[in-house]
C-alpha cells in the first residue's frame, strides 16, 4: 500500500500556471504507474495524464495536451503535473492516484490508492 498526499493547488489567473506535487510513501513507488485525475463540482471523476512505472511513457487527455505535463521522481517518490495556459475549465480538485500494473490506466477503477486531493481554481 502507498500513501499519496498532493500539493501545490491554489487560486491562479487564466493563462497562469501550476505545478503540482505528490509525494508517496512506500517501497513500491518505482514499481507502478500513476496518474493525475480531477473533479468539478457535480461531474465525475476525469482522468488528466498516466505515467508508466519507468516513467518512460505518459500520456495525457485531449483536454489538456500541450499544456499539462505528467512526470515522476523515482529518487524523491514524487508525481507532478505541471499545468500552464490554464483555463477557467480547469478548476476542480485535483487526485494523483497509484495503479497496480507497471502501464498506464485511463478510468478511476483501475487504480488501487488515491491521495485526498488538491483543489485548483481558475480565475477568468
Known amino acids: 500500500q502507498v500513501q499519496l498526499v498532493e500539493s501545490g493547488g491554489g487560486l491562479v489567473q487564466a493563462g497562469g500556471s501550476l505545478r503540482l506535487s505528490c509525494a508517496a510513501s512506500?517501497?513500491?513507488?518505482?514499481?507502478?504507474?500513476m496518474g493525475w485525475f480531477r473533479q468539478a463540482p457535480g461531474k465525475g471523476r476525469e482522468f488528466i495524464a498516466g505515467?508508466?512505472?519507468?516513467?518512460?511513457?505518459?500520456y495525457h487527455a485531449d483536454s489538456v495536451k500541450g499544456r499539462f505535463s505528467i512526470s515522476r521522481d523515482k529518487a524523491k517518490h514524487a508525481l507532478f503535473l505541471l499545468m500552464s495556459r490554464l483555463k477557467s475549465e480547469d478548476t476542480a480538485v485535483y487526485f494523483c492516484?497509484?495503479?497496480?500494473?507497471?502501464?498506464?490506466?485511463?478510468?478511476?477503477?483501475?487504480?488501487?490508492?488515491w491521495g485526498q486531493g488538491t483543489q485548483v481554481t481558475v480565475s477568468s
Open positions: 492516484a497509484f495503479g497496480p500494473t507497471r502501464g498506464i490506466r485511463t478510468t478511476p477503477n483501475d487504480y488501487t490508492d
Open positions: 512506500g517501497r513500491t513507488f518505482s514499481e507502478y504507474g
Open positions: 505515467i508508466s512505472a519507468s516513467g518512460q511513457a505518459v
